[in-house]
């Protein structure tokens, strides 16, 4: 289940006999490399505690929709947008109805409302429930709208009945719950991805180099090799992990990193992330050069161009199949966006305002405007980095196949 690994699940709990099971379930989320927290109905609480669940979740439990403190620090709309997944377990017959219905009336059902995650449920439920007429419409609705349904299980139950309707067992829902992230969109494609920062050496200490801390290129070789593909990821001097199931490869300047492009060709796709330093001292010192005592002097730099890999790479004999460059403005995005587009000969730019608080460097959460070479403007709204980057490969994929 390692593509639960960094992701972001909001458990939802209902009022059913079931509820013992999320205790369980939290553990093997979490186990497996998930980040969750949980959103308990009123009657969920008549089952369990939510002390018991927080404990396990390591965060607060959520209940009121009009709690002032919970809407202070993470409501619906909050906990909506910070889910990779929305995944209600147990869900009752009740709670089927209502999301059927598309009832706002608890926290619960408004996150799954407000969400663009994909929401999944485990149903819970007596046999006789399970097999109505109404549940079972319920249940088709469900499924039109790409709501994903674990289960239920067969066997004997809490009303000593036997038949459909046992909730599946945590290992089996956290299983399929990782197989939401698990999507061969790229199977069989390279795809060559830049991150981070470069450095360029004024001498052995000192040098010039630009703000990055590479999350955005390492959240898109995640998302990349979870959709199939096999990745390269040469990475400036960065403090990450290294994603599952990415190769990796270290460098330090912007002629490194070119370098390291280059070798990896051919590519079907590339993605250059990285925030490579424009310029380099024309020569770096041997020696640390030393401030003259007494001095108020400046030290003269005399700068030179690296070179620019988007472009080499964008017209190389061995030009990947689609190149995606990023713009990272701090004024006029679109317009130098677009520039960039025409000029480097790219098949699609990715743009970002890094002015803006929350969302420029070093920040967890991004927000992105995709232009095309038809220069068709897509917005992608503010998302933590992970979740963009899945949306952005699922994108990149499609726009792939009808290249």
Known sequence: MQSL??????????????????????RRLRDAGAEVRVVMTNAAREFITPLTLQALSGHPVHGDLLDPAAEAAMGHIELARWADLVLIAPATADMMARLAQGRGDDLLTTLVLATDAPVAIAPAMNQAMWRDPATQHNLALLLER?????????????CGDVGPGRMLEPTDIA?????????GLLAGRHVLINAGPTREAIDPVRYISNHSSGKMGFALAE?????????T???????????????????????????????????????????????????CADQKLKKTP????????????????????????ERPGFCVGF?????????????????????LIIANDVSQSGIGFNSDDNAVTLIDRDLTSTHLPQASKQKLARDLISRLATRLDRH
Do not use: W
Request: glycine residues 8%.
């Open 5 to 26: 690994f960094n992701k972001q699940v909001v458990l939802g709990v209902s009022g059913g006999i079931a509820a013992y099971k999320s205790a369980e379930l939290i």
């Open 146 to 158: 790409d709501v994903k349904v674990f289960g239920p299980g067969d066997g004997g139950q809490a």
């Open 175 to 183: 299983a399929r719950a990782a197989e939401c992230f698990e999507r």
């Open 223 to 231: 998302a990349a090799a979870e959709a199939g593909a096999r990745v």
């Open 233 to 283: 990821l040469v990475a400036g001097p960065v403090n990450l992990p290294t994603p599952a199931r990415v190769q990796r490869v270290d460098v330090v300047s912007a002629q490194q990193m070119l370098d390291a492009c280059l070798a990896a060709l051919p590519a079907d796709l590339f993605i250059a992330s990285a925030a490579v330093a424009d310029y380099r001292p024309d020569a």
């Open 294 to 317: 007494g001095s108020d002097d400046g030290m003269p730099l005399t700068l030179v161009r690296t070179p620019d890999i988007l472009a080499t790479l964008a017209s190389h004999s």
């Open 327 to 347: 713009a990272a403005e701090t004024q006029d995005l679109l317009g130098y966006a677009r520039d960039k587009l025409q000029r480097k000969n790219l098949d």
